[in-house]
Nanobody, 115 residues
Framework: EVQLMESGGGLVQPGGSLRLSCTASGFTFTNYGMMWVRQAPGKGLEWVSTIDSGGTSYYVNSVKGRFTSSRDNAKSTLYLQLTSLKTEDTAMYYC?????????RGPGTQVTVSS
């Protein structure tokens, strides 16, 4: 059974930083690209970043230069470093197995950017 669990969210002031983690189990993590997606209040699901199985990352334009995704295959863990946070980054953040928005995802971790 695929299981994903995000952590690391919280309340942070504009300009602040957070590091999100996603621990995975139930599949061979090394073999899969992984995604971060987010959903802001009252809005649809938004793709944020993909990291392929080789470790190459891709980002939506709005977070380029501010967010960095990485993975530790030995720990089956995905990371998303968030820096220079803006109020518009407020959302529930989810990690997703694979590279489809419809893939399995965890329960999410809330990121709130507010002064």
């Amino acid at each position: 059974e695929v299981q994903l669990m995000e952590s690391g969210g919280g309340l942070v002031q504009p300009g602040g930083s957070l590091r999100l983690s996603c621990t995975a189990s139930g599949f061979t993590f090394t073999n899969y690209g992984m995604m971060w997606v987010r959903q802001a209040p009252g809005k649809g699901l938004e793709w944020v970043s993909t990291i392929d199985s080789g470790g190459t990352s891709y980002y939506v334009n709005s977070v380029k230069g501010r967010f960095t995704s990485s993975r530790d295959n030995a720990k089956s863990t995905l990371y998303l470093q968030l820096t220079s946070l803006k109020t518009e980054d407020t959302a529930m953040y989810y990690c997703t197995k694979g590279t489809s928005l419809g893939g399995p995802r965890g329960p999410g971790t809330q990121v709130t950017v507010s002064s």
